[in-house]
């Protein structure tokens, strides 16, 4: 089954500071992959995705993501983090029957000032 | 205009009740999916559904069901809501690309 893990609870990162936030993952054939965020309250924000193509993809909001074949990871990064970034981030991956994505358990990111 | 939203976005009801949230997409997407995050916000795909096919999550019990009257709409009713159903509930819809998400239904089994 395609899935991906999230190995981090939560992620503590200075404001200005370059963050990641892993991923891996485990698929039969070419994953789509993506990243979306949940702030408290709210519904889930894409932010990007890995079709093909180029292995860094760039997103919303200054994200971005590189895929990793070799390594089978998709880590979230963003060169300078913002204290506004903290929320919830999840990484997801889709399944191989129709379009649904099966997430990972998410890691919680805090930016302190 | 919100892109997908969802109706009520609290419930609160007792267990053996029947309850219904109701989701509208205005993207013109084909598919339409729930998904159940839990108190630990782990996020699971119940349902996915365009015009031509449902595909249902195993575990998901059969007291939950989706009804589609057309292709923007994908309502989830519940029979006989137990304790463990409480939960936030999201709609999503999507082409062939990402997915968009309604803002949630959060369902409290008293």
């Known amino acids: 089954a395609q899935s991906v893990a999230q190995p981090e609870d939560q992620v503590n990162v200075a404001e200005g500071n370059p963050l990641t936030v892993k991923c891996t993952y485990s698929?039969?054939?070419?994953?789509?992959l993506f990243w979306y965020v949940q702030y408290p309250n709210r519904g889930l924000q894409f932010l990007l995705k890995?079709?093909?193509?180029?292995?860094l993809v760039k997103g919303s909001y200054g994200f971005e993501a590189e895929f990793n074949k070799s390594q089978t990871s998709f880590h979230l990064k963003k060169p300078s983090a913002l204290v506004s970034d903290s929320a919830l981030y999840f990484c997801?991956?889709?399944?191989?029957?129709?379009?649904?994505?099966?997430f990972g358990k998410g890691t919680s990111l805090l930016v302190t000032p | 205009d919100t892109a997908v939203s969802q109706t009520p976005k609290y419930l609160v009801t007792q267990m053996g009740n029947d309850k219904s949230i109701k989701c509208e997409q205005n993207?013109?997407?084909?598919?339409m999916y729930w998904y159940k995050q839990d108190s630990k916000k782990f996020l699971k795909i119940m349902f996915s559904?365009?015009?031509?096919?449902?595909?249902i999550n195993e575990t998901v019990p059969n007291r939950f069901s989706p009804k589609s009257p057309d292709k923007a709409h994908l309502n989830l009713h519940i029979n006989s809501l137990e304790l463990g159903d409480s939960a936030v509930y999201f709609c999503?819809?999507?082409?062939?690309?990402?997915?968009?998400f309604g803002p949630g239904t959060r369902l409290t089994v008293l």
């Open positions: 999503a819809s999507s082409g062939i690309g990402e997915q968009f």
């Open positions: 698929v039969s054939g070419n994953p789509y």
């Open positions: 890995y079709i093909t193509g180029d292995n």
């Open positions: 997801a991956v889709r399944v191989l029957s129709g379009y649904a994505l099966n």
């Open positions: 993207l013109g997407h084909d598919t």
């Open positions: 559904y365009n015009n031509k096919e449902l595909i």
